[in-house]
């Protein structure tokens, strides 16, 4: 009695909760029912249903990865609709059978059409991990207790068991769709446009009206969007992700490059070998699918700590047989401790994903909240990220007869369509004085280093003292003394050469972001080292580091050295996180234990890294880590509430002939405190209000 009960308790509690669409006041359900020109009710009604169980993650993740990639990724796959339709089937069959055994146990007869349909899924899903991956797992103890259920005559004992397959199997499917999402935002953006070289101007077109002759214009800090073959130009690609090589390619003429790869630095013209649109469909599924099954691996510490308790549970219950009979078996097959982990589990990850959404945390990847209690170094990229996302403009200054309009406009074309805080600076400056630009040609960008570019007929050249070494042009003593001035108050300085000769140099005031410093101390304070990497020049970025108290700076790195430096720091044994915001942190951020960059930054920075601060504020960093304190914390509690009360039960079902009543009253009372665990909110402090 108290076990059916409990069971129309939990039964209720779950559909409520996954039905649960009252919080959801921007969109009313009607606006989902209503029915779509192209879209068949059915559909409605599924995209319905699946808005209903995303508001268990709330919008706040969806609208935050909107704004990111310009769009979110609404379809509903064909396995998300099975899992849907089996949910809702099970649901009912409980419903049904709950209702049934307590007012015409005989009619009971009636659901077994209902049952054998739900029962075919936990066989296949047994029979599927037995034969291709040889291994034991929960589906099987779940496939033997239904059946044994059912055969022993426990019709709602069934009836709710399979209900509860149905959330946990609908709960780690969400949980994994949600990693897939993040690649979502890359491949709708290469998808829509490119730029293309037409009649000797540069037009931006939709890929679907790409031609057969068409060249393609790749520029540094992009994704290149088809297949081809290099026509002109040389570059470093980055092809990690098809490849999974660290090392960036050198790319030159006649060489191939493939969709989806990021071009580091240079300009490629493109000749198209397949036709654009199929070669991104054919990708697409591809590497999606590879990325998903490659989460999966990792993902589900839950789902592998559920698994091994596969083999002793099956061992108990055959022992418990003839101690307390067909009863007892069953129960000790119900208290597999796995069944609460598995619906507990995702659970807390996708409240902590939610709650994380709320402060304005956008975590794509959910995997990272394993990583995130073990982070002991924080690595910090400069120019963007602990400084603000474009510096001011100090002053200009002048080595040849040009004027300042001169020297700006000139820089200012140079960095036209370059994502670079410098750039944006100069860009902005130039705007403000109401200049007209000059045409800038063939424009080379070299990551870490500067831009080449020909302007007026001119050969310019705009980017650090480092660049213009490389490139020949002598520095005139002034120069560097204005430098090292500039460099003394914390400022940092561009040259621009005209002609082949250093016309100017254009000093920049960096902004410190406003929490910098509050956050350096709370992480600080966390035992956690604290370190910068940037390209910048060695002054600059040692005064900041004395300034903020961070432990240790490297300076004038390249792109490949900032990962390098990651890389060294994790051979000592650190778990390091890497924020940055620029084309130059990509590697690096591919490389840390954690990712992270902010909104503003370039696409290849919030592409690639796992989580995103939606405002820019960089005091999110501690609170993260204190997340992930949690996170860990809750997940020791999930697994303890649902050890103990199977163990509670399996010692009552051995020493004390208990059955399956005792089972069950210990399993809804570990399901009911583990559910409620994973959707507590979370309490963290807030940094904001302790520091300043
Ligand atoms: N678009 C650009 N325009 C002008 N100079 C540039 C440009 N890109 C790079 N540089 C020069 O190269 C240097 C190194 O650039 P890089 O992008 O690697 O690092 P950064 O942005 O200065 O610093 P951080 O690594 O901290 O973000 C810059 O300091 C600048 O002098
Ligand atoms: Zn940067």
Same mark, same amino acid.
């Given at each position: 009695m108290i076990a059916s009960l409990l069971a129309v308790v939990t039964v209720s509690y779950l559909t409520a909760r996954l039905a649960k669409v009252s919080n959801h006041k921007e969109k009313p359900l009607h606006a989902y029912l +209503?029915? $779509? =020109? $192209?879209?068949t009710l059915a559909e409605d009604c599924h995209a319905a249903f699946e808005q209903k169980i995303d508001s268990l993650l709330g919008t706040r993740r969806e609208q935050h990865l909107e704004t990111l990639n310009g769009f979110a990724p609404r379809q509903i796959s064909e396995a998300t609709k099975q899992d849907n339709r089996y949910l809702v089937v099970a649901a009912l069959n409980a419903g049904i059978t709950i209702a049934l055994g307590a007012v015409a146990p005989l009619w009971l007869i009636l659901t077994v059409p209902l049952s054998l349909y739900l029962v075919r899924r936990p066989f296949q899903d047994a029979w599927q991990s037995l034969v291709h991956e040889r291994r034991m797992t929960v589906a099987l103890v779940d496939a033997i207790a239904v059946s044994a259920a059912i055969l022993a005559g426990f019709w709602q004992v069934t009836a709710i068991g399979l209900f509860l397959y149905a959330v946990a199997l609908k709960l780690l499917n969400t949980s994994k769709q949600k990693s897939r999402q993040q690649l979502g935002g890359l491949f709708m953006r290469v998808s829509t446009c490119v730029w293309v070289q037409r009649g000797g101007v540069e037009t931006e077109i939709n890929i679907a009206d790409l031609q057969e002759d068409d060249v393609v214009v790749v520029r540094s800090g992009e994704i290149i969007p088809v297949d081809g073959i290099i026509l002109q130009g040389i570059a470093l690609v980055d092809q990690r992700i098809l490849t999974g090589e660290s090392q960036p390619a050198e790319k030159q003429g006649g060489d191939d490059v493939f969709a989806f790869t990021l071009l580091l630095s240079g300009r490629l013209e493109l000749k198209v070998c397949k036709s654009g649109q199929q070669t991104v469909a054919a990708r697409i599924g591809d590497i999606l699918q590879k990325t998903a099954d490659y989460k999966n691996q990792h993902e589900c510490r839950a789902e592998q700590i559920a698994d091994r308790a596969v083999a002793p549970t099956l061992l108990l219950s055959v022992l418990a047989l003839p101690i307390s009979g067909m009863s007892g078996a069953i129960g000790v097959l119900w208290s597999c401790f796995g069944y609460t982990m598995r619906i507990s589990s995702p659970m807390s990850v996708m409240n902590f994903l939610r709650h994380a959404s709320e402060q304005q945390? +956008?975590?794509?990847?959910?995997?990272a909240l394993d990583v995130l =209690?073990?982070?002991d170094t924080v690595i910090f990229d400069k120019t963007?990220? +602990?400084? &603000? &996302?474009q510096p001011e403009l100090h002053l200009i200054h002048r080595f040849a007869q040009h004027t300042d309009n001169d020297i700006l406009a000139f820089a200012a074309a140079a960095e036209h369509r370059q994502s670079h805080p410098i750039a944006s600076a100069i860009i902005t400056a130039a705007q403000q004085q109401g200049l007209s630009l000059p045409l800038a040609e063939h424009s080379h960008c070299q990551v870490g280093y500067g831009i080449e570019v020909c302007i007026a007929g001119q050969a310019t050249h705009i980017g650090s003292t480092r660049f213009m070494e490389s490139v020949g042009i002598a520095l005139p003593e002034m120069a560097i003394h204005i430098q090292t001035q500039a460099e003394s108050q914390g400022h940092s300085v561009v040259m621009l050469a005209i002609g082949g000769l250093l016309a100017g140099a254009i000093e920049l005031r960096p902004q410190l972001r406003p929490s910098a410093h509050a956050t350096v101390q709370a992480l600080k304070a966390r035992g956690i080292h604290t370190c910068i990497i940037s390209g910048d020049r060695e002054t600059p970025t040692r005064n900041l580091a004395e300034k903020l108290g961070i432990d240790d700076y490297f300076a004038n790195t390249l792109p490949e050295q900032k990962a390098q430096i990651a890389q060294r720091l994790q051979a000592e044994g650190r778990t390091v996180c890497f924020i940055g915001d620029g084309i130059n942190d990509a590697i690096a951020l591919k490389q840390a234990d954690i990712s992270v960059s902010l909104k503003g930054a370039t696409t290849a920075a919030t592409d690639t890294a796992q989580i995103i601060f939606m405002d820019g504020d960089l005091s999110h960093l501690p609170t993260l880590i204190d997340m992930g304190q949690q996170f860990q914390k809750t997940q020791h509690q999930n697994m303890w509430i649902s050890v103990v009360p199977a163990a509670i039960s399996i010692s009552g079902i051995m020493l004390l002939h208990g059955g399956l009543a005792l089972a069950a009253v210990m399993f809804y009372l570990g399901m009911g405190l583990s559910v409620r665990n994973a959707i507590q909110p979370i309490q963290l402090s807030n940094l904001k209000n302790h520091d300043n």
């Open positions: +209503l029915p $779509q =020109p $192209q879209q945390i +956008l975590i794509k990847d959910g995997m =209690p073990g982070i963007g990220t +602990l400084t &603000e &996302e």
